[in-house]
């Protein structure tokens, strides 16, 4: 089955505490991406990745790291998490055939992070 | 990027089709029109998009105005899974980005 996987699914932690949220496609998909979610603004961009090796940076990418070392992993990274970084997080991966308009988005079941 | 506005809320009742609207009127012509929804406690999923002409698939219809400027979504019989929240959003060819601009939505509310 085609799916984005991010684990874990929830996650507690304190301030400061490095973190890493995993995210994995099965679909060979070049595009992956990272989006936040909070009440009233929406989801969010914060870090992309055309391809192996090419990031770059979304509408809110502060605090956050990412790394594409493999086409189907897409980790991102809170080297210092703060109490603002309390969020729904969302992986999502898309083909990049054509026009980059042309293609749907695969989105991931989400992780709840709180940060104490 | 183009803006969209979508109504708040709508309801409907089971097994009856929905119409949900957008208007999109600054779209430019190489944007195409996309609609995801998001169900409760789920990720985004994508629901169909188009270009110009109206496009079905097995989850919904996309109706395009002639102008572009408007686009309804169809859900041809509505069951309480289709409760969520539809976003239509407009993707453009250019911006390396390729993201997804999320507004509000329209809340569907299916009752039974």
């Known amino acids: 089955e085609a799916q984005v996987t991010q684990n874990p699914r929830y996650l507690i932690t304190v301030t400061g505490k490095k973190l890493t949220v995993t995210c994995s496609q099965n679909?060979?998909?070049?595009?992956m991406s990272w989006y936040r979610q909070d009440p009233g603004l929406g989801l969010r961009q914060i870090y992309y990745?055309?391809?192996?090796?090419?990031?770059d940076k979304g509408d809110v990418p502060e605090g956050y790291k990412v790394s594409r070392k493999e086409k189907r992993n897409f980790p991102l990274i809170l080297e210092s998490p703060s109490p603002n970084q309390t969020s729904l997080y969302f992986c999502?991966?898309?083909?990049?055939?054509?026009?980059?308009?042309?293609?749907?988005?695969?989105f991931g079941q989400g992780t709840r992070l709180t940060v104490v | 990027d183009a803006k969209t506005t979508q109504p708040n809320s709508m309801e409907s009742n089971e097994e009856e089709p929905v119409h949900l609207p957008c208007n999109h009127s600054?779209?430019?012509?190489?944007?195409?029109i996309h609609w995801y929804r998001q169900l409760p406690s789920q990720g985004p999923e994508y629901v169909i998009h188009?270009?110009?002409s109206n496009v079905n698939n097995r989850m919904a219809s996309l109706a395009i105005a002639e102008d572009r400027k408007s686009s309804t979504l169809i859900l041809h019989r509505a069951t309480l899974r289709d409760a969520a929240v539809y976003y239509c959003?407009?993707?453009?060819?250019?911006?390396?980005?390729?993201?997804?601009?999320f507004g509000t939505g329209t809340l569907l509310a299916v009752q039974p």
């Open positions: 999502a991966s898309s083909p990049t055939r054509g026009s980059l308009g042309n293609t749907e988005a695969f």
């Open positions: 679909m060979n998909h070049e595009y």
């Open positions: 990745s055309m391809n192996v090796e090419v990031t």
């Open positions: 600054t779209i430019s012509g190489t944007d195409y």
């Open positions: 188009g270009l110009t």
């Open positions: 959003i407009l993707k453009g060819l250019g911006g390396a980005t390729n993201k997804l601009i």
